[in-house]
């Protein structure tokens, strides 16, 4: 579980003072309007923090429901695309229109010559030809 916000500490400080006041209201009359505004500010306190770990929760499932449907979404897209590749085939320029790259065949340039490099060696005859053993 996670830890308590620090805040959350000093509103359970607000509201121990707060029921120590009401505790000792005879000795400290001059203090009642003030834990009366206490009472009120931290009862708003506490209902904001409640709505917004609501909001937090909405946002989360939303977040989820977002990613799910692009998951969705994406793959539909994907579906789509294969079938208009299939139908105009992988080079045709109106794949353009569908926001597809044509990937068909294209010349390719041909490949340079090697560098001109010493000259290998002559293969050696064998030995074992009769006629060139003579």
């Not at 109106?94 to 390719?108: W, Y």
Request: glycine content about 4%; aromatic content about 6%.
């Amino acid at each position: 579980m996670a830890e308590m916000p620090e805040y959350m500490k000093r509103v359970a400080g607000w509201d121990l003072t707060n029921t120590a006041v009401v505790a000792n209201v005879e000795d400290l009359r001059h203090l009642e309007v003030y834990q009366a505004d206490l009472d009120q500010k931290t009862d708003r306190f506490k209902a904001l923090i409640a709505r917004q770990a609501a909001q937090k929760a909405s946002k989360q499932e939303t977040s989820r429901e977002i990613k799910e449907l692009f998951r969705e979404t994406e793959t539909l897209v994907d579906y789509i695309r294969t079938g208009v590749r299939q139908h105009y085939g992988l080079n045709s320029q109106k794949l353009v229109e569908f926001g597809i790259k044509p990937t068909g065949r294209h010349a390719r340039a041909a490949k340079p010559a090697p560098p001109p490099g010493p000259e290998a060696p002559a293969p050696a005859e064998s030995v074992s030809d009769p006629e060139t053993a003579k």
